[in-house]
């Protein structure tokens, strides 16, 4: 009889121990996801900001963002840039740096939930990869290119490697 109680506790941790990994793993990916959301709005934001031409440089998006996003906390720290390359006429989103640490999986979580914030987004979405000086994207733009080679640093900035980073041409 003693067994059978050791055998029951033991069976309880290892289902514990592996519920709460899973149930951890998906937190991190539903953070990951509502960092994407807040992206890709942000984004949004700078395209329209852009739309009718903007000076290059650091795009001011807040003047964009509805009033009531505009005041949120997700919005009222330094989490996003988006530049806009005037010559060329792009328009770039990226993760700032300071921000990964804050992340459980870092950018990783945000650049896989931007497959599902981006959904109906006409912008493509990626990862800068600064060794190569572009941004490779998960989701190519309909002339295939994998990746846009990109001048860094970019406008004045530089683009943390491995960002997450949304690429538009308003």
Same mark, same amino acid.
């Given at each position: 009889?003693q067994?059978m109680y &050791?055998?029951?506790?033991?069976? /309880? ?5 592996s519920?709460?990994t899973?149930?951890?793993?998906a937190l991190? +990916? /539903?953070a990951?996801?509502s960092?994407?959301? *807040?992206?890709?709005?942000? *984004?949004?934001? +700078? &395209?329209?900001?852009?739309e ?7 795009? =001011?998006?807040?003047?964009? %963002? *509805?009033p009531? &996003? ?5 919005? +009222? ?5 988006s530049?806009y =390359? ?9 993760m ?7 992340m =459980? ?8 939930? %931007? ?6 987004? $006409?912008? *493509?979405?990626g990862?800068? =990869?600064? $060794? ?5 994207f998960s ?6 290119q994998?990746?846009?080679?990109l ?6 900035g ?6 997450? &980073?949304m690429?538009?041409?308003?």
């Amino acid at each position: 009889m003693q067994i059978m109680y &050791v055998l029951v506790f033991l069976v /309880s941790l290892i289902v514990v121990a592996s519920t709460t990994t899973r149930d951890n793993e998906a937190l991190s +990916a /539903s953070a990951g996801e509502s960092v994407a959301g *807040h992206m890709a709005i942000w *984004h949004r934001a +700078a &395209v329209g900001a852009c739309e009718g031409g903007c000076p290059g440089g650091v795009v =001011d998006v807040r003047p964009s %963002l *509805h009033p009531h &996003v505009a005041s949120a906390p997700a919005f +009222a720290s330094a989490r996003f840039t988006s530049r806009y =390359d005037n010559v060329n006429n792009v328009l770039v989103t990226y993760m700032n740096a300071g921000y990964r640490g804050a992340m =459980d999986g870092g950018f990783g979580t945000v650049a896989a939930g %931007l497959q599902y914030a981006g959904k109906g987004e $006409s912008s *493509h979405m990626g990862v800068w =990869d600064a $060794s190569a000086r572009a941004v490779m994207f998960s989701r190519p733009p309909p002339n295939s290119q994998r990746s846009m080679p990109l001048a860094s640093p970019f406008m004045g900035g530089t683009i943390p490697d491995g960002s997450p &980073v949304m690429v538009s041409r308003p």
